[in-house]
């Protein structure tokens, strides 16, 4: 009897199929292999720039080491205690008031007919509106009401706000050869006292 044999093949699935898993493992390799070349190389940079900033610190350390040994001990010891009495000194001066400028201030704009007998400032205080100033309290005798009227308007102008604030004429009172007497005070800007100022505008 003689055997008979199948001589064609049937595969049970498309090699359409076959071919597209095969595409699909190539692409995903590629892309592991690309995700490792770049991942080894931002390594060997990170290690490089590692090794450069360690040269930089050491070399850093170095120059420092070396400028050290350049200056005596006591002569950096003086630099510093000079240092802090330059430092000091400049405090002083900065906080240092000088009085003559309101005098010059007054001598300008007083008027002919007003004298100030006289005159007390009590440091540091606070003005109408809080800020710093200097108050200053003065007595003195005018020819009249109206004269004590005029010389409060020459106080209180507008371009002396850098100067004084708050004029105040009190206390009028009429004396027995018909003059008034009065009272006044005012708060004066410390920067317009300010000694170190004054020696930089004589400069």
């Known amino acids: 009897m003689e055997t008979k044999f199948q001589t064609s093949f049937i595969p049970k699935k498309p090699v359409v199929e076959e071919r597209r898993n095969n595409s699909s493992i190539s692409l995903f390799l590629l892309l592991s292999i690309i995700v490792f070349l770049v991942s080894l190389g931002l390594g060997g940079w990170i290690f490089i720039?590692?090794?450069?900033?360690?040269?930089?610190?050491?070399?850093?350390?170095?120059?420092?080491?070396?400028?050290?040994?350049?200056?005596e001990l006591d002569t950096i010891e003086s630099m510093i205690r000079l240092d802090s009495r330059i430092k000091i000194a400049k405090g002083?001066?900065?906080?240092?008031?000088?009085?003559?400028?309101?005098?010059?201030?007054?001598?300008?704009?007083?008027?002919?007919s007003v004298r100030f007998k006289t005159f007390a400032f009590s440091g540091t205080g606070k003005d109408e509106s809080g800020?710093?100033?200097?108050?200053?309290?003065?007595?003195?005798?005018?020819?009249d009401f109206k004269t004590i009227a005029l010389q409060a308007e020459e106080f209180g102008n507008?371009?002396?706000?850098?100067?004084?604030?708050?004029?105040?004429?009190?206390?009028?009172?009429?004396?027995?050869?018909?003059?008034?007497?009065?009272?006044?005070?005012?708060?004066v800007v410390p920067g317009f006292l300010s000694y170190s100022k004054k020696i930089v505008g004589n400069q």
């Open 131 to 143: 800020a710093t100033s200097i108050k200053v309290t003065m007595t003195g005798q005018a020819r």
């Open 49 to 71: 720039q590692k090794d450069l900033l360690i040269k930089n610190i050491q070399s850093a350390q170095a120059v420092i080491k070396q400028n050290q040994g350049a200056f």
């Open 158 to 187: 507008v371009n002396y706000r850098n100067i004084i604030k708050n004029p105040v004429f009190s206390d009028l009172n009429l004396t027995s050869d018909g003059s008034v007497s009065f009272s006044a005070s005012m708060f």
């Open 92 to 112: 002083l001066l900065e906080s240092h008031t000088s009085i003559s400028p309101i005098f010059s201030f007054l001598e300008d704009k007083t008027l002919k």
